[in-house]
Nanobody
Framework: QVQLVESGGGLVQPGGSLRLSCAAS????????MGWYRQAPGQQRELVAT???????NYADSVKGRFTISRDNAKSAVYLLMNSLKPEDTAVYYC?????????????????WGQGTQVTVSS
């Protein structure tokens, strides 16, 4: 089985920072790309940022210059450093990855989501 486990959400004041972490568990062959999405109440889930195994990044315009995505290929982990947080960044943040993995000796592939972590920006 494959799981994406997230951590690092919480409550922060406007202008503050948070760092989200996500790691894939299982017999992982590759996780590419990896990324973060978010969903605010009453809104559709939207892309925040993605990163490939080669380090190519992509950001939503709303977070460019404030958020930084990074990854550790050896750990099949992805991180999101969020600076200068705004109330409109409040949402549940989800980790996502396309993962190739071994189910015993059978290779499998799919897109996987974490359980979500709440980020609340409020004074």
């Amino acid at each position: 089985q494959v799981q994406l486990v997230e951590s690092g959400g919480g409550l922060v004041q406007p202008g503050g920072s948070l760092r989200l972490s996500c790691a894939a568990s299982g017999t992982i062959l590759s996780a590419n790309p990896m990324g973060w999405y978010r969903q605010a109440p009453g809104q559709q889930r939207e892309l925040v940022a993605t990163v490939t195994s080669g380090g190519t990044t992509n950001y939503a315009d709303s977070v460019k210059g404030r958020f930084t995505i990074s990854r550790d290929n050896a750990k099949s982990a992805v991180y999101l450093l969020m600076n200068s947080l705004k109330p409109e960044d409040t949402a549940v943040y989800y980790c996502n990855a396309h993962i190739d993995w071994l189910d015993n000796l059978t290779p499998r592939s799919g897109d996987y989501w974490g359980q979500g972590t709440q980020v609340t920006v409020s004074s």
